[in-house]
């Protein structure tokens, strides 16, 4: 799970548009293995309309450690506001065996679509103050009681699987 920044854009009367984020982000798998880092968006996609917002957003993924974040997803986005508004992406890597849903908050103005690609980075916090400060500038942001991450995921599935059914 991750609380995030993001930008988002889609060029009036062209298909072209895009999104970059940068997340707090925390995975703790069932051996109770606890990462917690940096990652970093950057993605283009075609898609239909004419938008350019700034947010916040919470991010849900299946991955149970940080670097499962890392490398090029697929993603599905869609977004509108009127000043202010909101932002969903569901994103999958190329084996659809890591999958995630991003819902976010925005201020800015336009309506639009779209799927791409996009690449994460990750810098994880190994350091045990590092570590520890970011754990608990995330748990002061919500935690894992923020959302119904079963519910989030559940969904972002559905969709990964609708898309891929639809190429």
């Known amino acids: 799970m991750g609380f995030c920044g993001d930008v988002t854009g889609q060029l009036p009367g062209l298909p072209i548009g895009g999104i970059a984020n940068a997340c707090l982000t925390r995975t703790i798998d069932k051996s109770g293995e606890d990462d917690i880092g940096l990652t970093g968006t950057i993605g283009g996609n075609v898609g239909l309309g004419a ?21 090029v997803f ?13 932002t969903a992406v569901v994103f999958w ?10 819902i976010g908050i925005a201020a800015g103005i336009g309506v639009e679509g779209g799927g791409g690609f996009s690449y994460t980075s990750v810098r994880q916090f190994n350091g045990i103050i590092s570590a520890n400060i970011a754990r608990g ?7 894992p009681g923020a959302v119904s991450i079963d519910q989030l995921l559940g969904r972002a599935h559905s969709l990964v699987r609708a898309e891929s059914e639809s190429c």
């Not at 697929?74 to 909101?86: A, D, P, R």
């Not at 890597?93 to 991003?102: K, T």
């Not at 500038?137 to 935690?143: A, E, M, Q, R, V």
């Open 93 to 102: 890597n190329a084996s659809r065996s890591i999958w995630g849903i991003e």
């Open 74 to 86: 697929s993603y599905v986005t869609v977004g509108g506001q009127i000043f202010g508004g909101g």
């Open 137 to 143: 500038i995330w748990d002061l942001l919500g935690g």
């Open 51 to 71: 938008d350019f917002a700034v947010g916040g957003a919470i991010q849900v993924s299946n991955a149970t450690n940080l670097h499962q974040l890392q490398g």
